[in-house]
């Protein structure tokens, strides 16, 4: 469109639009910029200001309530699963590990036993394999699909079939007495020895490290919500300091509910908290610490048990040459690391135990640990001397003959009953420290609520005055 030649103007000249008419409407203005212009007039005035000053309050102190029932929520859960679901799993790998180690050391003594084995012995034997099976189920179901954790149970699962297998042949031939019953008993060894506790300790290790992950989750301090509580705390002081320089009124009913609100909340919060991570802190210290410690003691005890039995039923068959040339039983070598380990164990569990209670069973089982490593030494030098019979009565042999399976069982026995103890001393801190934190996540959600509604009340109250 071309604009009309002005008078007066060269030919040629660039023309101008005509000037807009008075009156005309200018262009409008986006709604943004009008009401950022309306907030900055009612930021002006005292009504304007006291609207932003509720907004900005009922804001924080929203936000403080969200952010602490967040927060709280996902402690208590994490705590709940430590008492309920990663401690029991833990706890049921290394039964998996013990019931399996034990069912090792039960073939052996039976095998050792001649061709009728006691039925006390093969009754120990098959009710550790069930443990053994049912606990895999157990650890199955706890375990997320697709896991490292269910890979291992699938894999337990396929070799414990294959090792019941291998005790059953070496007991077969055992009764008709055939020398490849000890074969068979070896092989049955190596597969328990080379696979299945390698892999029971792989879970256990796992359950372990989903224990730790879940006290990492429950103890840490829920800093973001304090400071926002704290925060909160400090705008409503500011805002009725504020109100009592204006007005000279000391107190806002309203404010003040909201601040009492905060205080409680805040309180509860640090209160709550702090008691839950002390007795959260206190069952793994005196609970969890002693489990894995004694749980390692009674493994070392039924190797070290096997590998005794294993001395006999090899007859020196397998050897280990050590680095200053010394050749060794592999069985009777193993047997001699395994107490070592007891040993360190036992002095570990010792220290940890902070009542007699505790104490007493550890005390007990290192005591008769000293007086199997003295009969075991006696066995050997039967051995080595070509007395087989005699070393055979030393390990398996009747009350009368004093034989080392009594030691071993004293050990066992007592070591149950320390972790029974330490157990119960578990679930008591554990579930004290989760109780602490009960209510507070709807608490802290509740009382936030409050506190914005009496901010608003307060702030209201004062509005009102200008109408």
Known sequence: ?????????????????????????????TAFAEGADRLRAAATTEPGRLRVIGAVLAVLVVAFGA?????????SHAADDVLHSSQPLSAGAADIYRSLADANTAASSGFLAGGQEPVATTRRYERDIETAAAGL??????????????DTIARLNKLLPRYKGLVERARANNRQG?????????????VMQRQMLPAAQDLYTKENQRLRSDYADATPYPWFAIVLGVLALAAL?????RHFLRTNRVLNQGLVAATAACAIALMWLVVGHSVARAGLNSSYDH???????LHDARIASLNARGNENL????????????????VLDAYDYAYAQDMKALSAHLAEAGSLADDQAGDRPVAAAAGSMKVWQQRHDQARAADDDGNYQAALNKVVGSKADQP?????????????????????????AAGDGRDAMSGLPLGSAVLALLAAAGAVLGIGRRLSEYR
Request: aromatic share 6%; glycine share 10%.
């Open 67 to 75: 952010v602490t029932a967040w927060q709280m929520s996902d402690r």
């Open 1 to 29: 469109m071309t604009h009309p030649q002005q008078a007066g103007a060269p030919p040629g000249a660039p023309t101008m639009p005509p000037a807009t008419p008075a009156g005309a409407p200018a262009s409008r203005r």
């Open 287 to 293: 609970g969890v610490r002693s489990l894995n410690v």
């Open 178 to 190: 055939f020398p490849v019953g000890g074969a068979y008993l070896r092989a049955a060894n190596e």
């Open 311 to 326: 001395t006999l039923v090899s007859r020196g068959a397998e050897t280990r040459k050590l680095a200053n040339g010394r």
């Open 137 to 150: 189920v157990t650890a199955a179901a706890g375990a997320e699909s697709g896991s490292p954790a269910a």
């Open 237 to 241: 002081g500011w805002v009725q300091r």
């Open 404 to 428: 080392t399976g009594e030691c071993f069982d004293s050990v066992d026995a007592n070591l149950a009953k320390a972790l029974d103890h330490e157990e119960s001393r578990f679930e008591q």
